[in-house]
């Protein structure tokens, strides 16, 4: 019977992938899940290309590579993903964290290093992307993360379990969950579903099939939540608060109207992703 080594698997699974229709990142995808069945970092696979790989561990490599050529995403796989530098359990409860969510963060981090504690809310908190590795980088900061999803919430919390830190959790739709906090926040931030039902339905099947529906689309044209967001916000931010949103592409001159028709900030800031798309609105009451 062949020996199989960490080479010949890599190299095997990718041009499997590639045939498959897994054409996106087939050499990483399967680095990553050899990787992970033998508990090394790619960096240690790569100086173990000569080694041999055990029936064991075949065999398990087998079942998830069949898995990924279905689409199931690599990070539901290895319930792993990094943002912000910090690894959080994911599974399909969750929305995966995308690095654009991570100039939000990024953003949030750089206006208040200044400042001394803040309080904050992370509205539709999925995998607690958002709100832990706020918390992780400023533990002093009070902080409430919410979801509608129960499910959601469970991954949130384990999170923030797994990082050490303190957050508030509260199940409910939108910020309606806030009626009952006695005061008012310095940041409400959100990465809200925005995916119209049209884009909804050309979504690529990783996504569509495995990802959370109700943490994507936001029927009918991907606006609803924002829009709400945007209306309501200025009930529960202090003085000077601000709110940040992530939006899709293409949203941001629907996002300036709503804005501009509430009548309640005094300032308006779209933060661009790497392409210059337009990806966090930022607004000051
Ligand atoms: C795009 S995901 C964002 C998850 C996470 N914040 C991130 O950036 O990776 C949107 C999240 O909003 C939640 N959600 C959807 N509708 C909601 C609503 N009406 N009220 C509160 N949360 C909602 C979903 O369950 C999902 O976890």
Do not use: C
């Not at 790989?53 to 398990?60: A, E, I, K, M």
């Not at 939006?247 to 210059?276: N, T, W």
């Amino acid at each position: 019977m062949k020996t199989w080594t960490v080479l010949d698997l890599v190299e095997w699974t990718e041009n499997y992938f590639r045939e498959s229709g897994i054409i996106a990142t087939p050499r990483l995808d399967a680095e990553v899940l050899l990787g992970f069945v033998l508990q090394k970092s790619r960096l240690q696979l790569y100086l173990s290309f000569e080694m041999p790989v055990f029936p064991d561990h075949l065999s398990v490599f087998r079942q998830l590579v069949q898995r990924r050529k279905e689409h199931t995403p690599v990070s539901y796989l290895t319930n792993h993903r990094e943002f912000m530098s910090i690894d959080f359990y994911v599974d399909s409860r969750v929305l995966i964290p995308r690095p654009e969510t991570e100039i939000l963060v990024e953003y949030v981090l750089d206006r208040t290093s200044t400042h001394g504690p803040i309080s904050l809310v992370d509205i539709g908190t999925g995998s607690g992307a958002i709100a832990v590795s706020l918390a992780f980088n400023r533990p002093e900061w009070y902080i409430v993360a919410t979801d509608i999803s129960i499910d959601a919430l469970a991954v949130a919390k384990t999170n923030a379990t797994r990082h050490q830190t303190q957050i508030e959790f509260r199940s409910g739709d939108m910020l309606s969950t806030l009626e009952s906090v006695d005061d008012k926040f310095d940041w409400i931030v959100s990465n809200p579903p925005y995916i119209s039902s049209q884009d909804y339905k050309i979504l690529p099947p990783d996504v569509r099939n495995f990802e959370p529906k109700l943490a994507l689309a936001s029927p009918p044209d991907g606006l609803q939540l924002i829009r709400i967001l945007i209306e309501s916000a200025p009930n529960y931010l202090k003085p000077n608060g601000r709110l940040a949103i992530e939006i899709g592409k293409g949203q941001r001159l629907d996002v300036e109207d709503f804005v501009h028709r509430s009548k309640k900030y005094q300032k308006i800031d779209f933060i661009p992703d790497l392409s210059g798309v337009a990806r966090i609105l930022v607004v000051q009451v």
